[in-house]
């Protein structure tokens, strides 16, 4: 039996008067990967930072209708988004280390929440760099600062980060945008080892990778969500027209 | 219409090239000026030595020393004040709101009033006002903290260079980049510590900026501490916030106006200029390095 993990009911969003996201409903699963799909702009990373209120932060927006999670929902009056957040792990579209040591950044979220005992903390930074694909690369230079690495050492350090604090949830931002398709595999890898505690929420605009990796998708269309279902189902039969014709290459 | 053009232009960089030229030239002269007016009188003994004979002979530790001292207490004090104040204006309050907007008007303000106001000020409140009262209640009414001293001249001038602080810090702390806050938060840190934490020592230089501009600024300055707490002459050092001390700023303006032998003393005048001028420019120089150090990364 799957479990019913988030839930969003007639989302929508505003920047000011912009319209980004409207009446959104569909179920995301514990334990499975779901991939938000759609061209530029269509509303993926605003839908993704609803879901751990990230966007409360940005002056002049609002939210309408209901993101459900463990049945609570997450924008009722008395929902400490502080906790919220603790629970849900988060890898930006642009990779956004702090300008610290690489160890540090990912002792960061364990020191937060209490962990302060050096031997816990080693032994969370080295398996959340493995986790992450990139142990290896960094093993011998944990006290170097994060800026130092390449673009896509960043983006898997922030992975890293997010996983260090053991979230429920992980939101994922085009994790392997500037990666190289080995670190793609393995993050891909990651993935899959990932959703068995996990629930998996990934945005990407390669196909092939949705394909690979989720188990539902849906598909954003101008801020509205226009077909939602089992990946194998969405890349073979869609219903609508539309999600055909993003999907096969036709537009985009 | 081209040449008309080319001309204006060619001007233009001519007036530009004349002025740097000007500047240039007139801090050269007043440098060379300087230094011969020293005399050789600028030296290591110079710097550690008392004045002797009336301040016709010997150094300027005193001045030095009081110069340094009060900076510090100025920095402890307007440090931390200019940096919360800027954490306030830039984290918590809204651009538009009133609180914001007076808070800024009132460092706009501050920034551009005359010195002499500030020690003027800092004689009316924290001698007459504070230090009474600070008399009355724990010195049952016996005179102590009610006339100048090494701390309200300090606190006065921190109130001169706390605008300094404050763009220095404000400008630091906006150069701190969303996305590492937005990290921090969404790995469920509140915002305080995501400040403390992210945004602080992302601002480091700035703050350090900041300071050393602050200190650059009271060292030079006079007016502020002319009524609060400068003397004229001291044999002994501060040992406490209730003494008065000697600064180099004060001590060059005595010298050339009120020295028992103007003429005699033109060299130790001049020296003590270099002096304080020297400590000034590496200060600034400093700040500036910071700056462009923290502009790169
Ligand atoms: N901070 C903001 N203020 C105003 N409008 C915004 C803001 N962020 C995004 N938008 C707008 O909202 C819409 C959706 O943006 P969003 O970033 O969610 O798209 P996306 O699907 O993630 O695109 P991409 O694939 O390029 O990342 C866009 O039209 C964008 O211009
Ligand atoms: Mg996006």
């Not at chain 1, 949705?210 to 226009?226: K, L, Q, W």
């Amino acid at each position: 039996m799957k479990e019913l993990k988030i839930e969003t009911r007639n989302l929508s969003f505003y920047y000011g008067n912009k319209l980004a996201l409207n009446s959104v409903s569909f179920n995301m699963y514990a334990n499975h990967v779901t991939a938000l799909i759609g061209p530029s702009g269509c509303g993926k990373s605003t839908f993704l930072r609803t879901l751990n209120r990230m966007n409360d932060l940005i002056p002049g927006t609002r939210v309408d209708g209901e993101i459900l999670i463990d049945g609570l929902n997450i924008y009722d009056k008395d929902i400490d988004v502080v906790n919220l957040r603790k629970k849900i792990g988060m890898v930006f579209q642009r990779s956004n280390p702090f300008a610290k040591s690489i160890y540090d950044n990912i002792t960061y979220g364990p020191k937060i929440n209490g962990i302060h005992k050096k031997e816990v903390l080693d032994e969370i930074v080295e398996s959340s760099l493995k986790k992450a694909a990139i142990w290896e690369e960094v093993k011998d230079r944990l006290d170097h600062s994060a800026l130092g690495l390449s673009g896509g050492q960043q983006q898997r350090l922030c992975i890293a980060r997010a996983l260090s604090v053991n979230p429920e949830i992980l939101l994922m931002d085009e994790p392997a945008s500037a990666l190289d398709p080995i670190s793609t595999g393995k993050i891909e890898e990651l993935i899959f080892e990932l959703k068995k505690t996990f629930t998996i929420i990934i945005v990407t605009h390669n196909m092939q990778q949705a394909a690979r990796v989720s188990d539902y998708t849906a598909f954003f269309y101008m801020g509205e969500m226009v077909e939602y279902g089992k990946t194998k189902k969405i890349f073979t039969t869609p219903d609508k027209k539309q999600t055909e014709e993003y999907i096969t290459g036709r537009f985009g | 219409m081209k040449t008309s053009k080319k001309i204006t232009g060619g001007l233009l960089i001519g007036i530009t090239g004349f002025s740097v030229f000007l500047i240039i030239a007139i801090l050269i002269f007043m440098l060379v000026m300087i230094i011969i007016g020293a005399k050789g009188e600028f030296s290591w003994k110079f710097i550690t030595q008392f004045p002797q004979n009336g301040m016709t002979q010997g150094g300027i530790f005193p001045a030095l020393f009081g110069t340094a001292l009060m900076v510090i207490i100025m920095s402890v004090a307007a440090v931390p004040f200019g940096t919360i104040t800027a954490i306030y204006l830039t984290e918590y309050a809204h651009e538009e709101s009133i609180i914001s907007k007076s808070i800024r008007f009132a460092v706009r303000t501050l920034a551009v009033v005359p010195s002499i106001i500030f020690g003027l000020f800092g004689l009316g409140f924290f001698i007459k006002f504070i230090g009474t009262g600070m008399d009355n209640m724990f010195n049952a009414g016996q005179l102590k903290w009610a006339q100048p001293n090494i701390l309200w001249a300090s606190l006065t001038m921190a109130l001169l260079t706390l605008p300094v602080v404050i763009v220095s810090v404000e400008e630091a702390i906006k150069s701190v980049p969303r996305e590492m806050r937005d990290a921090s938060l969404a790995l469920g840190a509140t915002k305080w510590q995501t400040i403390r934490k992210v945004v602080i020592p992302g601002a480091r230089s700035g703050i350090l900026t900041g300071t050393i501009l602050a200190i650059s600024r009271g060292a030079g300055e006079v007016a502020p501490i002319l009524f609060t707490g400068a003397a004229y002459y001291l044999a002994k050092l501060p040992t406490s916030l209730s003494d008065q001390f000697m600064s180099l700023g004060y001590h060059i303006y005595i010298m050339s106006t009120q020295s028992t032998n103007v003429d005699q003393t033109l060299p130790i005048q001049f020296a003590t200029t270099l002096v304080l001028l020297l400590l000034t420019f590496t200060l600034n120089l400093s700040a500036i390095l910071i700056r462009v150090r923290l502009r790169k990364k």
